[in-house]
């Protein structure tokens, strides 16, 4: 779908100064397990919600390409906000599957809403009043906390007693929030558990998850990135969540190595203009050959990212095999920065464990994120291979 112009800017041009605001209180973000509600108003402001909310509801109607540069900006300087905000990004999309008066609820007061959730199904639904009633618990619910509306996805019975799996839009004055978040890294995410106990959902707050999986809204939902940002149903076809879902997680965890490599760049040429002959330490070499290594590793790792960004900002329809070679190249790319920021961390020296050095915070938000069970290589492999691959009867 062709990209619209929009006079608003993106959100890049303010990413650096969202950046140095959360480096500055992430040790108290850590400590709390929440981010400071001054950083959660600037990613607001930046415009992390409103970005691919439909032109029609007051938003960009964006594309995956911008996100690149603006979320690896902040990742730098702290991944957890830079996840938030992806998920702000991320879940803002998918509320635009919404019927359009659900649309119409959630940006009633304009499209900068916090909207957070989960796709793991651990609900269920009962038809009840024209909608249904819904009771579940989702842990590792990011920024719920700070949020306005959640989306999760529940197992729906339908009429006729069949199930099916559908996302459900609720209210923060709707759920409860159980503080239960306490991964070593990305703790400032504040991903805790939200529950919800026999709630009435309207039938225009929910939509098949299948519309999601399949980048094609059905009725009269308008979803953007490549699915009708102008409020309709655009003719070009819809982005299927797991061609952009991995980019969600991926690219925090790019910003946080580019972070990583530039601190550790530093504390190398500060080594180097030190040197001493006949004093003991690794030499040059060893410095080189880390900052060689790993700079490839992370810059291969963003050229794979921006491949993914640009197939879901094409406007033509995405294949099954371009679909699955995105999840592939996720998991790689989780797999070569987990390798790069390692590397550095460890060439790092004692200085560089400490508790005082951001590169530490670096390494352990880095290996946090890599446990998300979307970047794990051994079945994005089989889905790819099952595309690449393809065994038919006759094959075996």
């Known amino acids: 779908m062709p990209q619209q112009t929009q006079s608003a800017p993106e959100p890049a041009l303010t990413a650096r100064e969202v950046g140095v605001l959360a480096a500055d209180r992430a040790e108290a973000a850590e400590a709390v397990r929440s981010l400071d509600p001054d950083v959660v108003r600037a990613l607001l402001d930046a415009?992390?919600?409103?970005?691919?909310?439909?032109?029609?509801?007051?938003?960009?109607?964006?594309?995956?390409?911008?996100?690149?540069?603006?979320?690896?900006?902040?990742?730098?300087?702290?991944?957890?906000?830079?996840?938030?905000?992806?998920?702000?990004?991320?879940?803002?999309?998918?509320?635009?599957?919404?019927?359009?008066?659900?649309?119409?609820?959630?940006?009633?007061?304009?499209?900068?809403?916090?909207?957070?959730?989960?796709?793991?199904?651990?609900g269920r639904a009962l038809p009840a009043d024209g909608g249904w009633r819904l009771t579940g618990t989702w842990p590792y619910v990011s920024a719920v906390e700070h949020s306005d509306w959640a989306l999760v996805l529940g197992l729906a019975k339908t009429p006729d007693a069949a199930s099916e799996r559908r996302i459900f839009a609720i209210p923060r004055s709707a759920y409860a929030i159980d503080r239960t978040w306490s991964d070593i890294g990305m703790r400032a995410s504040g991903s805790h558990t939200l529950t919800v106990d026999d709630l009435h959902v309207p039938a225009e707050m929910s939509f098949p998850v299948d519309d999601l999986m399949t980048g094609r809204p059905s009725a009269d939902g308008s979803a953007s990135g490549g699915a009708g940002g102008d409020g309709a149903v655009a003719a070009a076809p819809g982005v299927p969540l797991a061609a952009v879902n991995g980019l969600f997680f991926c690219l925090p965890m790019l910003g946080a190595a580019e972070g990583a490599l530039a601190h550790w760049s530093a504390y190398a040429q500060d080594r180097l203009r030190a040197e001493r002959p006949g004093v003991p330490g690794p030499g040059?070499?060893?410095?080189?050959?880390?900052?060689?290594?790993?700079?490839?590793?992370?810059?291969?790792?963003?050229?794979?990212?921006?491949?993914?960004?640009?197939?879901?900002?094409?406007?033509?329809?995405?294949?099954?095999?371009?679909?699955?070679?995105?999840?592939?190249?996720?998991?790689?790319?989780?797999?070569?920065?987990?390798?790069?920021?390692?590397?550095?961390?460890?060439?790092?020296?004692?200085?560089?464990?400490?508790?005082?050095?951001?590169?530490?915070?670096?390494?352990?938000?880095?290996?946090?994120?890599?446990?998300?069970?979307?970047?794990?290589?051994?079945?994005?492999?089989?889905?790819?291979?099952?595309?690449?691959?393809?065994?038919?009867?006759?094959?075996?």
Not at 49 to 74: E, K, M, Q, S, W
Not at 81 to 92: E, F, G, K, Q
Not at 95 to 101: D, S
Not at 285 to 306: K, N, Q, V
């Open 47 to 122: 415009g992390f919600a409103r970005h691919f909310v439909p032109v029609a509801h007051g938003g960009h109607g964006g594309g995956f390409g911008a996100l690149t540069d603006a979320v690896t900006t902040i990742g730098a300087s702290c991944p957890a906000t830079a996840w938030c905000a992806s998920i702000a990004l991320s879940l803002s999309r998918m509320a635009g599957f919404l019927p359009e008066e659900g649309r119409k609820r959630i940006w009633q007061d304009g499209p900068d809403v916090l909207v957070v959730g989960s796709v793991s199904p651990r």
């Open 284 to 396: 040059r070499s060893f410095y080189e050959e880390t900052l060689a290594r790993a700079g490839g590793e992370i810059d291969a790792a963003r050229l794979l990212l921006e491949r993914i960004s640009a197939v879901a900002d094409s406007g033509r329809e995405i294949t099954a095999l371009e679909t699955a070679r995105a999840q592939r190249d996720c998991a790689l790319v989780a797999d070569l920065l987990v390798g790069a920021v390692d590397r550095l961390f460890r060439a790092s020296g004692t200085a560089g464990h400490s508790e005082s050095s951001p590169l530490q915070r670096l390494w352990r938000d880095v290996h946090s994120a890599a446990g998300h069970i979307v970047l794990q290589f051994g079945p994005n492999a089989s889905a790819y291979a099952a595309q690449a691959l393809p065994v038919g009867p006759s094959d075996r």
